[in-house]
Each structure stands twice: as C-alpha cells, then as structure tokens.
C-alpha cells in the first residue's frame, strides 16, 4: 500500500474527497490522506518544512512555492478553474447581481460584506479599488479567518452578503446562494496539484495528478461548481 499524504486549501476540501474515491477505486494499492486548512497557513506549513507528498492550491501559490524549492519544478498540474459566487442569509431578500451596475449597487446598499482570505479576497479587494468604492465600504468588511468559510458568516447572520468560490458556498445550510458573479467581473482561480519536494514517492504523486486532469474525473468537479482545468 503506497500512503499519499496531501495538503490543500478549502476550497478543493469536497473536490478532492470525491476525487480521492474515485481514484482509489482505480487504483486500490493507493491511500491518500488528505488534510485541508487556510490557503496562507498551507503554505506556511510547507515552508516550514513539513513533510507532504501532495500539495493543491491556488495556481499563483504553487507557483511560488516551486520557486522556493518546496515543491519539484514542472509538476505543477492544473486541475480545476473555480468561479466566485454571491450568498445572502436565507429568508433574506435577494439583490440583483446580474450586472456589473447591480452587483456594484447591490454592494454599496449592504451593511455588512464578507470575504475570504483567499484570492477571490484579494480580487475583490482590487475591483472595489477599480469601482472607487474601497474607502466607502472598507468599514462594513468582514474578512474571514483562514479555514473559516464566508458561507459561516452568512449563514450565522454576520454579514449581509457574502463572496466566495462557489465550492464553497455550495450546500452550506442557512444561505442562499444568488449566483456566481456577473461575467465581466468575475474573479476565477485556478486549483492546480503538485508533487512536494519532500516526497518518497513522486511518481505514484504524478500518476494521481494525471488523472485528475483527465476527462474521467470532469464530472466530479463540474457537481462541485467547478470546471475542469
């Protein structure tokens, strides 16, 4: 039995539990435990020299921890893009968010506004910059902590209006979900896997990255609101 040990944000969280099952069920002589936390604190751990075989986050991530030599150049492996999507607490009444127009009105009349610490984060940090809204709203955001999801917040009636991947909003109770942000402003990350620096077996890690990408596992990640890299 080859045993995998994998690190991830929790964005891919339910992804990866479908794919791991999937997988193993191809490929039986393979274990893979997978650990699921804060993108930031991910990548942390990484750095600070803890032993994973696996790692799956953000593409700009894994890039940078190639470059600091934690994870092995040309392994990086792009899985999934993955879209923002806008929640109210349930019972809430829905604003339109249809446009760019809307959903930039929609923002202004919220009293509160929840974002992760992610990239879609740090996105929508960048387009409320480009509204020229930054400064009107900067007292109304609630940043969630790392491994915290906004679909929580909104859910526990902390904020009014929520951003987060759509894979994360997804089937969390106490939400609804209003759609995925308009196409002229939407924020979409890629969730790219790689083999760490740090792993006894690497081949057995790209065996599992290349199915990932394959068509067989598309299914998977479109039911997880995503679309296959």
Do not use: N
């Amino acid at each position: 039995m080859t045993t995998l040990r994998l690190i991830s944000s929790m964005a891919t969280q339910a992804l990866l539990a479908d794919l791991v099952v999937l997988y193993q069920t191809h490929h039986p002589g393979v274990q893979v435990l997978v650990e699921s936390v804060g993108g930031v604190d991910a990548a942390k751990r990484i750095q600070g020299g803890e032993a994973f075989d696996v790692v799956v986050l953000a593409s700009d991530a894994i890039d940078r921890l190639v470059a600091s030599g934690h994870l092995q150049a040309g392994s990086r492996v792009d899985l999934v893009h993955s879209g923002v999507a806008v929640a109210v607490p349930a019972g809430q009444p829905a604003p339109d968010i249809s446009t760019e127009a809307a959903l930039q009105a929609a923002v202004l009349a919220a009293s509160t506004l929840g974002v992760s610490t992610g990239p879609s984060g740090v996105q929508l940090a960048k387009l409320f910059e480009a509204w020229g809204i930054a400064e009107q709203i900067k007292d109304r955001i609630v940043q969630a902590k790392p491994g915290v999801p906004v679909g929580a917040l909104v859910a526990q009636g902390r904020v009014a209006l929520g951003f987060q991947q759509l894979s994360e909003m997804q089937g969390v109770a106490g939400i609804t979900v209003l759609g995925p942000l308009p196409e002229a402003v939407q924020i979409t990350t890629t969730f790219s896997g790689s083999v760490a620096s740090t792993s006894r077996a690497p081949q057995a890690v790209r065996a599992l990255l290349a199915f990932w990408a394959s068509p067989a596992c598309s299914p998977i990640k479109v039911r997880q609101g995503m679309a296959a890299a």
